[in-house]
């Protein structure tokens, strides 16, 4: 049996503290787009509020001991997500912030999607519909080895449409992986439209249940919501846990929010850069 | 020449062989453990054994995060169904450069009656054009069980091991060890070089003999390392005989033949004669019938020695 990693100071952090990290990184996610003058914030927008809760309140992880053998793992699936991981990663230690700045740059390791040589990052993903597999490996991994370790997974809410996600959903199913967390970003905005639009899913959490899943459904805004979702994911013993995440797209910038253009384009002048730092500063 | 299991029973055996000295050793499969010799490994090492349904892609991924967590994956299936994840096998484990082994079974036109569906003869130009993954393509028994044993003993990064149904004659000596991207020379010969691998060597062995009653003195080297390729082997062959002819159960367009090819237009141009697969789907029959019927025999390898041999040596003619 692997030793437990201790739990670190950020746990039991208080809800204004995170309101004020992630407000923080929203800022860097603004920064890092207009500066590469590419990127996907929508996204990124969406699910940083799951982002600072996992990283700052859920996970075992230490910048300090990123190869712990003990440390619970993280998958980006959704990896146009980048620039939530990467702001999230620098708040929390794994790298200067400053390297931000260089995303999407060509002497950078901070590429367009998300890459496994930045630090804290345990697997490249870009193209949708592989991360819960990977999940999954991880997850069989740990019960081989008796580690205690647990895999969470944020997937995107289009990228459900792909099989991938369905046939590892099986699999997580099949051998009970209670030690595996998917998060469903579910903001309805993919890159062409609103996804009820592209492709209608129907009821997502009553399709993932009878594929043998527990599901919950929270704010993914609302830290102590997203508290009780995650709270409730480790009381479950027999099954994996599928966490779907109300969320927006583009949230904390109004002209982003819900709006399928801002998906993958970074603000598109100066006036709008402002503005964007301008209304999350005030949120 | 002694005839021999298939090479997927090489297979199966040796991965139980495996199992019991490495410890991090998984396997899946994905619903054709029977058929690919896998269900050994599985009936003796459970817990380490995943069969993932009719589920290539999650298969593949699920072999990805094994890797990630510090195992070595060997997954397969028939060669054809794992083209579907070609993506996968870029992205999660070729960009990951990390350690899943995929031995597949039932490549080329020796899967027979099953038919074009189940034939493949482009994978190999498929996983060769990934960056990161290595391709090999053993000959028979021997050469199988020693690149099991290397990939196991010696390599942490992604492999194509393509293997067939049938079962094929002995070509190699029981001492026989793989080395990477190194030929080996079954044949020595002066006139004629016969590049070849998996099924085609004990052909070209054959048409070997054949030549050497017309005077055309043959060579017969195995490629069984497709990526990395044995460049110098390939020259400096090419250059002891003038003539090269290759053969492969395998699309002669992106196969071993484009990649001897590509190394002697740049390096020493001689005349090539490519035997293998067209530009086309193979068809249900009996394997012996279809080397015949695509034109892949051994009567055909002989033809294309000696059409190879005929040809002016474009490079002597140039200097």
Same mark, same amino acid.
């Given at each position: 049996?692997?030793?437990?990693?201790?739990?670190?100071?950020?746990?039991?952090?208080?809800?204004?503290?995170?309101?004020?990290?992630?407000?923080?990184?929203?800022?860097?996610?603004?920064?890092?787009?207009?500066?590469?003058?590419?990127?996907?914030?929508?996204?990124?927008?969406?699910?940083?509020?799951?982002?600072? &809760? @996992?990283?700052? %309140?859920?996970?075992?992880?230490?910048?300090?001991?990123?190869?712990?053998?003990?440390?619970?793992?993280?998958?980006?699936?959704?990896?146009? *997500?980048?620039?939530?991981? &990467?702001?999230?990663?620098? @708040?929390?230690?794994?790298?200067?912030?400053?390297?931000? #700045?260089?995303?999407?740059?060509?002497?950078?390791?901070?590429?367009?999607?998300?890459?496994?040589?930045?630090?804290?990052?345990?697997?490249?993903?870009?193209?949708?519909?592989?991360?819960?597999?990977?999940?999954?490996?991880? *997850?069989?991994?740990?019960?081989?080895?008796?580690?205690?370790?647990?895999?969470?997974?944020?997937?995107?809410?289009?990228?459900?449409?792909?099989?991938?996600?369905?046939?590892?959903? #099986?699999?997580?199913?099949?051998?009970?992986?209670?030690?595996? +967390?998917?998060?469903?970003?579910?903001?309805?905005?993919?890159?062409?439209?609103?996804?009820? /639009?592209?492709?209608?899913?129907? %009821?997502?959490?009553?399709?993932?249940?009878?594929?043998?899943?527990?599901?919950?459904?929270?704010? $993914?805004?609302?830290?102590?919501?997203?508290?009780? *979702?995650?709270?409730?994911?480790?009381?479950?013993?027999?099954?994996?846990?599928?966490?779907?995440?109300?969320?927006?797209?583009?949230?904390?910038?109004?002209?982003?929010?819900?709006? &399928?253009?801002?998906?993958?384009?970074?603000?598109?002048?100066?006036?709008?850069?402002?503005?964007?730092?301008?209304?999350?500063?005030?949120? | 020449?002694?005839?021999?299991?298939?090479?997927?029973?090489?297979?199966?055996?040796?991965?139980?062989?495996?199992?019991?000295?490495?410890?991090?050793?998984?396997?899946?499969?994905?619903?054709?453990?029977?058929?690919?010799?896998?269900?050994?490994? $599985?009936?003796?090492?459970?817990?380490?054994?995943?069969?993932?349904?009719?589920?290539?892609?999650? #298969?593949?991924?699920?072999?990805?995060?094994?890797?990630?967590?510090?195992?070595?994956?060997?997954?397969?299936?028939?060669?054809?169904?794992?083209?579907?994840?070609?993506?996968?096998?870029?992205?999660?484990?070729?960009? !990951? !450069?990390?350690?899943?082994?995929?031995?597949?079974?039932?490549?080329?036109?020796?899967?027979?009656? /099953?038919?074009?569906?189940?034939?493949?003869?482009?994978?190999?130009?498929?996983?060769?054009?990934?960056?990161?993954?290595?391709?090999?393509?053993?000959?028979?028994?021997?050469?199988?069980?020693?690149?099991?044993?290397?990939?196991?003993?010696?390599?942490?990064?992604?492999?194509? +091991?393509?293997?067939?149904?049938?079962?094929?004659?002995?070509?190699?000596?029981?001492?026989?060890?793989?080395?990477?991207?190194?030929?080996?020379?079954?044949?020595?010969?002066?006139?004629?070089?016969?590049?070849? %691998?998996?099924?085609?060597?004990?052909?070209?062995?054959?048409?070997?003999?054949?030549?050497?009653?017309?005077?055309?003195?043959?060579?017969?080297?195995?490629?069984?390392?497709?990526?990395?390729?044995?460049?110098?082997?390939?020259?400096?062959?090419?250059?002891?005989?003038?003539?090269? +002819?290759? *053969?492969?159960?395998?699309?002669?367009?992106?196969?071993?033949?484009?990649?001897?090819?590509?190394?002697?237009?740049?390096?020493?141009?001689?005349? +090539?004669?490519?035997?293998?697969?067209?530009?086309?789907?193979?068809?249900?029959?009996?394997?012996?019938?279809?080397?015949?019927?695509?034109?892949?025999?051994?009567? /055909?390898?002989?033809?294309?020695?000696?059409?190879?041999?005929?040809?002016? %040596?474009?490079?002597?003619?140039?200097?």
């Amino acid at each position: 049996m692997e030793k437990s990693m201790p739990d670190k100071d950020f746990k039991g952090m208080d809800r204004e503290t995170l309101e004020k990290i992630a407000k923080k990184a929203r800022s860097l996610i603004i920064k890092m787009v207009y500066s590469a003058k590419s990127g996907h914030p929508g996204g990124s927008l969406s699910i940083i509020d799951v982002l600072t &809760y @996992l990283y700052f %309140n859920e996970m075992n992880v230490d910048p300090s001991d990123q190869n712990l053998s003990s440390r619970d793992r993280f998958i980006m699936s959704k990896g146009h *997500a980048s620039p939530a991981l &990467y702001s999230i990663l620098a @708040l929390r230690g794994y790298f200067p912030s400053e390297l931000l #700045m260089d995303f999407r740059k060509i002497n950078s390791k901070l590429e367009g999607h998300v890459h496994r040589g930045v630090p804290g990052v345990e697997t490249s993903t870009g193209s949708l519909g592989q991360g819960l597999g990977i999940g999954v490996g991880m *997850a069989l991994a740990a019960k081989m080895d008796h580690n205690p370790y647990r895999v969470y997974v944020v997937l995107g809410d289009g990228e459900i449409e792909e099989g991938n996600v369905w046939e590892s959903l #099986m699999a997580g199913s099949k051998y009970g992986l209670n030690n595996l +967390v998917a998060i469903l970003d579910k903001n309805g905005v993919q890159l062409d439209g609103f996804t009820r /639009d592209i492709m209608p899913m129907g %009821n997502v959490a009553e399709k993932v249940k009878a594929f043998g899943w527990e599901v919950r459904e929270f704010n $993914g805004h609302d830290f102590d919501d997203i508290k009780s *979702a995650f709270d409730f994911a480790r009381s479950v013993k027999d099954r994996p846990v599928f966490l779907i995440a109300n969320t927006v797209k583009g949230k904390g910038v109004s002209y982003m929010e819900n709006n &399928y253009k801002y998906h993958g384009s970074p603000p598109a002048n100066d006036e709008e850069y402002e503005r964007a730092l301008r209304e999350i500063e005030g949120i | 020449m002694r005839p021999a299991e298939s090479l997927r029973e090489t297979y199966g055996k040796k991965l139980v062989e495996i199992g019991h000295r490495k410890k991090d050793v998984v396997v899946l499969d994905a619903d054709l453990s029977s058929s690919t010799k896998t269900s050994e490994f $599985g009936k003796i090492f459970p817990d380490r054994f995943f069969n993932m349904g009719i589920s290539e892609q999650s #298969m593949v991924t699920a072999a990805a995060g094994l890797a990630l967590a510090g195992k070595q994956a060997f997954v397969s299936t028939f060669a054809v169904f794992l083209m579907r994840t070609y993506e996968q096998i870029r992205q999660s484990v070729c960009y !990951n !450069n990390i350690d899943v082994k995929f031995v597949v079974t039932h490549a080329g036109i020796t899967v027979g009656e /099953d038919g074009a569906t189940h034939q493949i003869v482009e994978d190999v130009g498929i996983m060769s054009g990934l960056p990161n993954m290595k391709v090999i393509v053993p000959a028979d028994s021997i050469e199988t069980a020693s690149v099991i044993d290397y990939l196991v003993d010696k390599t942490k990064t992604p492999y194509y +091991v393509r293997l067939t149904r049938e079962k094929f004659p002995v070509v190699n000596d029981d001492s026989y060890k793989f080395k990477e991207g190194q030929n080996t020379v079954l044949r020595d010969g002066s006139d004629l070089t016969i590049f070849c %691998n998996g099924s085609m060597v004990g052909f070209s062995l054959q048409a070997a003999e054949e030549l050497k009653k017309q005077a055309i003195d043959t060579a017969v080297v195995n490629v069984s390392s497709i990526k990395p390729l044995d460049r110098s082997g390939i020259i400096s062959y090419a250059k002891k005989t003038g003539h090269v +002819v290759t *053969a492969e159960e395998h699309s002669i367009y992106n196969g071993l033949g484009s990649r001897v090819s590509e190394v002697l237009s740049e390096e020493y141009p001689v005349p +090539v004669v490519r035997v293998g697969m067209r530009d086309t789907f193979g068809k249900s029959g009996k394997s012996w019938e279809l080397f015949d019927y695509f034109h892949m025999g051994i009567k /055909d390898i002989v033809s294309a020695g000696i059409k190879s041999f005929r040809e002016v %040596n474009k490079y002597e003619t140039i200097s």
